[in-house]
């Protein structure tokens, strides 16, 4: 009997030993409302003079060297509690309905991390970094190096890799404090533009991770959105900030967005381009639909060339001359106009990235994959790549294929 009721005694002990641990689920909870979520953050250069407005929070003034370079200038859109619209219905529609949902706020540190730093010492609640979405700096910000902003985001677990991060022409604050008509929340609004481009064939994927990864690789170069504010208050995709390493460069115009995806053969296409026909009073719009390409290498001469073969279908969606009729010869010799003005956009576009040495079409990874000796004997790095890059020949190919060209009531 005693055995029988040691052994019910010991089996509830360890019941109860192992149950314990399950108790301590919330023992770190911390409330959403006791959270300062932080949408959207905007870096610019500060201001000189930006040091006198800095507390001594995370350095005393004085008594210890500061880094060298420019200040930053951090703006966060911080989300105020029950005002974040839960619908579509939710405090009516636009940024005038209701009271802001964001509260967007300022301050100076000589880097990202001294930033944030003082950021949270002006708030009572905890930084939440977990639902930030897009990250703008300005273009003066982005051609001083983006490598501090980079160390720190990856340096923080709560931050995504599908994070964007998208250089302004202006002011990233400018940025940071639009009021979009279509959404309350000026981030969720910029994200939701990131996004839509993609799906429509406006834009590659260029998330934060995207980059990191390109800058890493020893072919390739980095590149990220450019956006620009435009005279209606609202935000414009310019293009493509192009980076050597992680300085910016130069950037693309927005056609030329489409110019790098057909070559890099993504879809959807999403593109339409406005063409003059040659010895015709008429003009057509050609909207590109479809995507595909692929690189060769070769070495001749003792250096890598490259044939880039591009095929693209699409649909004819605009004629500007009634008297002007589209038999197939018309056809054939329309196609025949995309091909040369086709092949100045992609050759315009790959003299004005060698010109800024800066590889965003990943040529040195294609020497790297199928060239692996070459690489190894003659360039062995990135700096090489960069320095040779510059001098390759690259032949484009192209052909265009009007699939459709509609048609009207009488």
């Known amino acids: 009997m005693r055995s029988r009721k040691g052994r ?3 089996f509830s002990f360890l019941t109860l030993l192992l149950t314990v641990p399950l108790l301590t689920g919330c023992w770190d909870r911390l409330e959403i409302e006791e959270r300062a979520v932080i949408l959207g953050i905007g870096i610019d250069l500060a201001k000189p003079g930006a040091e006198k407005n800095e507390g001594s929070i995370s350095h005393v003034k004085g008594s210890f060297p500061t880094p060298k370079g420019e200040m930053i200038m951090l703006s966060a859109q911080v989300a105020i509690p029950g005002r974040i619209p839960l619908g579509p219905g939710e405090g009516g529609g636009g940024s005038g309905g209701g009271q802001k949902p964001v509260w967007v706020i300022s301050v100076v540190g000589h880097t990202v991390q001294d930033a944030i730093n003082n950021l949270q010492q002006e708030l009572a609640d905890r930084l939440f970094l977990g639902h930030l979405r897009i990250v703008v700096v300005s273009e003066d910000f982005a051609k001083a190096g983006m490598t501090g902003l980079s160390d720190y985001m990856r340096r923080t677990p709560e931050i995504r890799r599908t994070t964007w991060v998208v250089v302004c022409e202006d002011q990233a604050l400018d940025l940071m404090n639009i009021a979009p008509q279509l959404e309350r929340v000026p981030s969720l609004y910029l994200l939701a533009t990131m996004d839509h481009a993609v799906r429509m064939g406006k834009l590659p994927n260029a998330f934060v991770g995207t980059f990191w ?28 900030a192009m980076f050597r390493g992680e300085k910016m460069v130069g950037h693309t ?3 030329e967005i489409g110019v790098y995806m057909a070559m890099k053969g993504l879809n959807p296409g999403g593109y339409s381009a406005l063409t003059n026909l040659q010895d015709k009073d008429s003009a057509i719009t050609y909207q590109v639909t479809h995507r ?10 003792g250096m890598p060339e490259f044939v880039v073969k591009i095929s693209l279908e699409g649909n004819l969606t605009e004629k500007i001359n009634e008297h002007f009729l589209l038999s197939n010869d018309e056809l054939r010799a329309i196609e025949n106009q995309l091909v040369e003005n086709g092949l100045k956009a992609f050759n315009n576009l790959i003299k004005k990235t060698q010109e800024k040495d800066s590889d965003i079409f990943g040529f040195g990874e294609y020497v790297r994959a ?32 009007i699939r459709r060209v509609g048609g009207k009531t009488t």
Not at 294 to 301: G, Q, S
């Open 8 to 10: 019910r005694w010991l």
């Open 213 to 240: 990864i390109a800058d890493s690789a020893l072919g390739v170069e980095p590149f990220l959105p450019y956006v620009r504010l435009v005279d209606s208050g609202n935000m414009q995709i310019a293009g493509l």
């Open 253 to 255: 115009e927005p056609l």
């Open 292 to 301: 595909k390409a692929r690189t060769d290498v070769a070495i001749k001469n």
């Open 370 to 401: 199928k060239e692996p000796k070459y690489w190894k004997t003659h360039i062995g790095s990135k700096e090489n790549w960069r320095k040779m890059y510059k001098d390759v020949k690259v032949n484009v190919q192209t052909d265009f294929n």
